[in-house]
């Protein structure tokens, strides 16, 4: 029993470093592998040398039955790792067992283990491990004449390569309709060298095997051309032009399906790596709807360097943010699935730039129920709409119409303040910012009095302009003798190095 579980540790060991692709142990073994595969490559060519001392010959064959050997080890623990016979054959005998009332102990043993090594030889069929296969044959003597198929370890890189593999899984994905048309066009090249050899056989001198037509068909049709064989009678020239017409249409048909499948792959990749990128937030801030307002948002947020994630479902907008650097995705916010991918439940806050209300009022029940202290930010067109809006849940309802009509105004009656406060509020202006900086209970000033920050006058360049108190009452320009209580919030201008000193001594 105790010899059992060591062995399955050492399976589950093996399937970590062999095929986990999640696993760090997993990514310095194909790095390894990749560089036995360059070398043993390198030693197959410098074997190849004519003029090769003996003494340097005998040890690139020895080199060579290492690598070899090495291939060799690696194919039979990734064939031991592929499944679980034991487990395999239990439960296909006891759904056997369970079916069968009238059966013998051999139909029995048959029946389990042909189902049992189903998955082994499913694994065997796979296309790389075909390659494996074929390049460790040679290690046997009875296959030394096959070391040519020690090329193929080159294809080897593919599996050890996630870019490269990428490749290989886009030939995977339109195995079928690749595979019939690799069949049409090895019938079109057998039917046309057939044909030219019948018409051009007595008649062209170059034409005196079966195998001179497959090559001439073979060059012909993938338009290459080196004019060595040329046909000779008019019925030649007849399949020559019907062979290259239709071969080149199977070609380009078979040119279109591989290129689908690059851009389908490459969509997925990206979104895969935007996951990727969420993954690793926390207290991110989720920005729904990528329009003219959204845009600002996410402009002003990634000049502040805070992490966030767009999202939409015009795949255009999308695009361009991720072209700017963004993180961004593909997605409808009135679709559940949606927030898993968006990690809600690590979000700070939401901003929705949406103006369907409806489309809010989802947004904000749905992410009440995934993280109910999540900070709630909405657009909302009326006065009507922001009082709904609160009510379902909102922490801040903006509406765009109603500022920006303010600010018109204001910029027509005092366009000097409006633009002093549009200095402090616009990131990216050096000489002046707002912050709001939150007290902790952990802070060397909590418990303090205002003046306290002041003494060694290093923060003259900062004024508090306001201070939010735990009950949510708003003092404007607080006296120095104002106590910083655990959770009060202070609303601080200043020069942007000086608050990022502020912050730093206060937090």
């Given at each position: 029993m105790e010899k059992c579980s060591k062995l399955k540790k050492l399976k589950t060991l093996l399937y970590h470093l062999l095929e986990d692709s999640n696993s760090h142990s997993h990514q310095w073994f194909n790095l390894g592998m990749m560089a036995v595969v360059m070398a043993s490559v390198v030693v197959l060519l410098l074997d190849t040398h004519p003029y090769l001392p003996f003494r340097e010959r005998f040890y690139f064959e020895i080199l060579e039955e290492f690598f070899t050997f090495l291939f060799f080890i690696e194919y039979v623990l990734r064939f031991w790792v592929s499944s679980d016979y034991s487990k395999d054959y239990s439960e296909s005998k006891r759904r056997y067992l369970r079916r069968t009332y009238h059966t013998t102990p051999f139909k029995t043993w048959r029946f389990a283990t042909a189902r049992a090594i189903a998955p082994?030889?499913?694994?065997?069929?796979?296309?790389?491990?075909?390659?494996?296969?074929?390049?460790?044959?040679?290690?046997?003597?009875?296959?030394?004449?096959?070391?040519?198929?020690?090329?193929?370890?080159?294809?080897k890189i593919f599996r050890y390569s996630k870019r490269l593999y990428f490749f290989s899984s886009i030939f995977h994905t339109r195995a079928y309709e690749l595979t019939s048309l690799f069949t049409l066009a090895v019938i079109n090249w057998g039917m046309v060298a057939v044909a030219f050899y019948v018409s051009e056989r007595g008649i062209n001198d170059k034409i005196t095997t079966i195998w001179d037509a497959v090559y001439w068909a073979i060059i012909t049709i993938a338009t290459i051309g080196y004019g060595d064989i040329t046909p000779k009678t008019p019925i030649g020239q007849g399949v020559a032009m019907f062979g290259t017409l239709w071969g080149m249409w199977v070609?380009?048909?078979?040119?279109?399906?591989?290129?689908?499948?690059?851009?389908?792959?490459?969509?997925?990749?990206?979104?895969?790596?935007?996951?990727?990128?969420?993954?690793?937030?926390?207290?991110?801030?989720?920005v729904c709807g990528l329009g003219s307002l959204g845009w600002e948002v996410c402009r002003n947020l990634w000049a502040e360097g805070v992490p966030f994630v767009g999202v939409d479902t015009r795949k255009n907008l999308v695009d361009e943010a991720q072209r700017l650097g963004w993180v961004a995705l593909v997605g409808d916010v009135s679709e559940e699935e949606i927030w898993a991918r968006l990690r809600v439940t690590y979000a700070h806050c939401?901003?929705?730039?949406?103006?369907?209300?409806?489309?809010?009022?989802?947004?904000?029940?749905?992410?009440?129920?995934?993280?109910?202290?999540?900070?709630?930010?909405?657009c909302g067109a009326t006065t009507i709409s922001e009082k709904r809006l609160k009510r379902v849940g909102a922490d801040r309802v903006v509406s765009p119409f109603q500022i920006g009509g303010a600010q018109m105004a204001n910029?027509?009656?005092?366009?000097?303040?409006?633009?002093?406060?549009?200095?402090?509020?616009?990131?990216?202006?050096?000489?002046?910012?707002?912050?709001?900086?939150?007290?902790f209970a952990n802070s060397i000033f909590a418990g303090k009095e205002l003046r306290d920050i002041y003494i060694t006058r290093e923060f003259d360049g900062v004024i508090v302009v306001g201070c939010v108190f735990k009950d949510?009452?708003?003092?404007?320009?607080?006296?120095?003798?104002?106590?910083?209580?655990?959770?009060?919030?202070?609303?601080?201008?200043?020069?942007?190095?000086?608050?990022?000193?502020?912050?730093?001594?206060?937090?």
């Open positions: 082994k030889l499913s694994w065997m069929a796979r296309p790389l491990s075909i390659i494996d296969l074929l390049a460790i044959l040679p290690f046997f003597h009875m296959f030394r004449l096959l070391r040519v198929l020690q090329v193929l370890r080159l294809l070609l380009v048909f078979m040119t279109s399906i591989i290129v689908s499948v690059f851009t389908e792959r490459i969509f997925y990749l990206t979104e895969h790596r935007m996951e990727r990128m969420i993954d690793s937030f926390n207290n991110h801030i989720i939401v901003i929705s730039s949406i103006v369907d209300e409806s489309v809010n009022v989802y947004v904000i029940l749905m992410v009440r129920e995934l993280q109910p202290e999540c900070f709630i930010v909405t910029l027509a009656l005092r366009p000097t303040a409006i633009q002093f406060f549009d200095m402090a509020l616009r990131r990216g202006h050096l000489e002046l910012e707002m912050d709001e900086i939150t007290i949510g009452k708003l003092v404007f320009k607080p006296t120095s003798d104002t106590l910083l209580e655990p959770g009060n919030v202070l609303i601080c201008l200043g020069h942007s190095d000086d608050l990022i000193k502020f912050r730093r001594i206060l937090i």
